[in-house]
């Protein structure tokens, strides 16, 4: 069977009880999504990975009545597949995201973090809004849901994408890169583009800002690069 057909089929296959819980055939499964080489042959890509693991972890198709009961070894194999396919294909377009999928922000930023948490030394993440910025212990051996729970702190208000710099230059953080995931415009009172530029003259580092934006359009923080 594809590695596509498989992860789009897991649901289906666990619902018929194959492979059933506990058996040799769920190891098989396991190892087989988990594997290095079968993931770089079928050029899987990681969000075809998250989206497998999002639908399958959700215990019911999208539109139709098909229940089952997720495997907890199956879900823990979609989750290190997911970080380990990640490692794999940096190289692949971005542009071959499905498009109209149920993934939610959420997911893609827990899925992310765990990258980053996993492939850079020293890091520090943080979520933000309406004015606060609460730092989030991350670690690279944490699962998922581990990360997304944390992430779902965010306090609530609007979205203020100039906050993690701010908070840097209060704390005295010195920051190579600012890596800002985002669905939302940005409302602060602060320019992000110009909060960002007087962060780099205060702290005499020319390095840069990326911004992964789940929107149709790039706002004022554009002109951050």
């Known amino acids: 069977m594809p590695m596509a057909v498989l992860l789009k089929d897991l649901g289906k296959l ?11 055939d769920v190891v ?20 075809n990975i998250l989206v497998a693991s999002e639908n399958y972890k959700r215990g019911h198709g999208k539109r139709s ?23 794999l294909d940096v190289s692949s377009s971005l542009s071959s995201v499905t498009h109209g999928s149920c993934i939610s ?20 993440i943080v979520v933000f809004a309406e004015g606060s910025v609460l730092p989030c212990a991350f670690s690279s051996d944490m699962t998922f849901m581990q990360v997304a729970a944390q992430l779902i702190q965010t306090p609530a208000g609007s979205t203020d994408c100039a906050l993690p710099i701010t908070w840097a230059s209060e704390n005295v953080k010195t920051v190579d890169i600012f890596i800002i995931f985002t669905n939302n415009q940005t409302f602060g009172r602060e320019n992000p583009a110009d ?6 003259q205060v702290s005499a580092t020319r390095k840069g800002t990326f911004l992964a934006c789940n929107t149709v359009i ?8």
């Open 195 to 200: 909060t960002l530029k007087t962060y780099r």
């Open 28 to 47: 098989a499964v396991c190892e087989r999504i988990q594997d290095e080489t079968t993931l770089k042959k079928a050029k899987t890509h990681p969000f």
């Open 218 to 225: 790039l706002f004022a923080i554009c002109n951050m690069f």
């Open 105 to 124: 922000s959420v997911a893609v930023a827990a899925a992310m973090c765990l990258v980053i948490a996993q492939t850079e030394p020293d890091t520090q």
């Open 65 to 87: 009545k098909l229940k089952w009961e997720p495997d907890r070894d199956i879900v823990q194999a979609l989750d290190c597949a997911l970080f380990c396919d990640s490692l």
């Open 14 to 24: 666990t619902a018929n009880k194959l492979p059933a819980a506990g058996s040799a």
